[in-house]
């Protein structure tokens, strides 16, 4: 599977975007997706993640009621819309796939097996 990942920008603190990341390969569709992000200096950290037919999601507790994961698997696509977006949000963005079958999707970074290449968001105060 081979990620591609956009959608990040520069947005002020309150503001609203909207990532994608295309995957290529059959694989998609069998796949949990997740979104990691990597602030300057910090570890990276998981950010959300959906089962592969959408039922299931996850997310961390600091983007509760403010991110949404969801996902097309016809086109191939996962998407985080960030809504209510804040300075601390700032941080390059990773869409991964796990492709192995778990019960609810994985949180830990270790557990996918394929990484896009970042989009970088930046939010402003």
């Known amino acids: 599977v081979q990620l591609q990942a956009s959608g990040g920008g520069l947005v002020q603190a309150g503001g609203s975007l909207r990532l994608s990341c295309t995957a290529s390969?059959?694989?998609?569709?069998?796949?949990?997706m997740g979104w990691f992000r990597q602030a300057p200096e910090k570890e990276r950290e998981f950010v959300a993640a959906?089962?592969?037919?959408?039922?299931?999601?996850n997310y961390a507790d600091s983007v509760k009621g403010r991110f949404t994961i969801s996902r097309d698997n016809v086109q191939n696509t996962v998407f985080l819309q960030m809504n209510s977006l804040k300075p601390e949000d700032t941080a390059v963005y990773y869409c991964?796939?796990?492709?192995?079958?778990?019960?609810?999707?994985?949180?830990?970074?270790?557990?996918?097996?394929?990484w896009g290449q970042g989009t970088l968001v930046t939010v402003s105060s």
């Open positions: 959906i089962s592969w037919g959408g039922g299931y999601t």
């Open positions: 991964a796939a796990d492709s192995a079958f778990r019960t609810t999707p994985a949180h830990l970074d270790y557990e996918y097996d394929y």
């Open positions: 390969g059959h694989a998609f569709r069998r796949s949990t």
